[in-house]
């Protein structure tokens, strides 16, 4: 299990531009977070430096009290995985099988162990019909979970998702729901980038919100829905029941339908 900090971390991209500003954050193992926020704001650059894939100009990564400075990005990518927002990034084997298989061959996992943990992944992300198939073939929300399927056949220990729902059907939110549960109960850290409050509510506990290169809010759900001010500077409309409560008056802090209904049950109308 892993815990992952940021210290004061700023990064420019090539042409310059800064996209995050002194990042301060600590990651605990077996958290939920969602990080949220305008188009631009930071979010994705953000996830990339947890896992390597872009390295601090100023401040330091920590990775279980390491500093990531001294690791490679195979090594911090062992322990973070991040799945693309867009999966045709990331895809280029010409089977679901060897896609999933391919960082595992990479690190001369024995073949046994390697097949078993292919087949778990793809059983997990609902997956296992299509093993021979090529991704291409695959519809984008079934190409997207053969993303996160690589990432738990790995066996990371922090898993980062950029848009799951994008583009995705009930079933497929369903396949997602089960695919965080799974994780959650192996007491794995979870972090997402998303738009979708329904989807934050329903899955994440704490929200981090960033806003033009900087996190301006780190709470729980609760405390963060119910902050106006951050929601007005950052443009998130609250979720769904929230907004409702608001318009009926309920002074209760609900969020999800579950809460709704839980509510209506012990006092009514
Ligand atoms: N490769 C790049 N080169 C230059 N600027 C970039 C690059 N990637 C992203 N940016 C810029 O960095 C800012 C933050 O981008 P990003 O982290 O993708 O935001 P978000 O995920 O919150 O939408 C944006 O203004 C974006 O245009
Ligand atoms: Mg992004």
Do not use: W
């Not at 390295?55 to 400075?69: A, V």
């Not at 991040?82 to 024995?110: C, G, H, W």
């Not at 759900?221 to 998130?236: A, P």
């Amino acid at each position: 299990m892993s815990k992952l900090e940021f210290k004061n971390v700023s990064f420019a991209y090539s042409n310059g531009f800064k996209a995050v500003d002194n990042l301060n954050l600590t990651i605990n193992s077996g958290e939920k977070i969602a990080i949220i926020g305008q188009n631009g704001a930071g979010k994705s650059t953000c996830a990339k430096l947890m896992n390597g894939l872009l390295r601090p100009n100023e401040g330091q990564i920590l990775l279980d009290d390491k500093d990531t400075s001294d690791m490679t990005t195979a090594q911090i990518s062992r322990k973070v995985g991040y799945v693309f927002q867009n999966p045709n990034d990331q895809i280029f084997n010409s089977t679901v099988y060897d896609e999933v298989a391919f960082s595992l061959r990479a690190m001369k996992v024995e073949e046994n162990e390697l097949d078993k943990r292919v087949r778990k992944a793809c059983e997990v992300c609902d997956l296992s019909s299509y093993l021979d198939d090529h991704p291409y073939d695959l519809p984008y929300s079934t190409r997207k979970f053969v993303t996160i399927a690589i990432t738990i056949a790995n066996d990371c220990d922090i898993y980062i998702f950029d848009e799951p729902t994008a583009g995705q059907d009930s079933y497929s939110m369903k396949c997602l729901k089960n695919v965080i549960d799974y994780l959650h109960e192996k007491n794995k850290t979870i972090i997402t980038i998303t738009h979708d409050m329904e989807f934050v509510v329903n899955n994440f506990d704490r929200v981090i919100v960033m806003q033009n290169k900087e996190i301006i809010k780190d709470a729980d759900k609760s405390e963060v829905f119910d902050d106006k001010k951050t929601l007005e500077k950052s443009y998130i409309k609250a979720p769904i029941i929230k907004r409702l409560c608001n318009s009926i008056d309920v002074k209760e802090n609900l969020l999800s339908v579950e809460d709704f209904v839980a509510y209506i049950e012990k006092f009514g109308v």
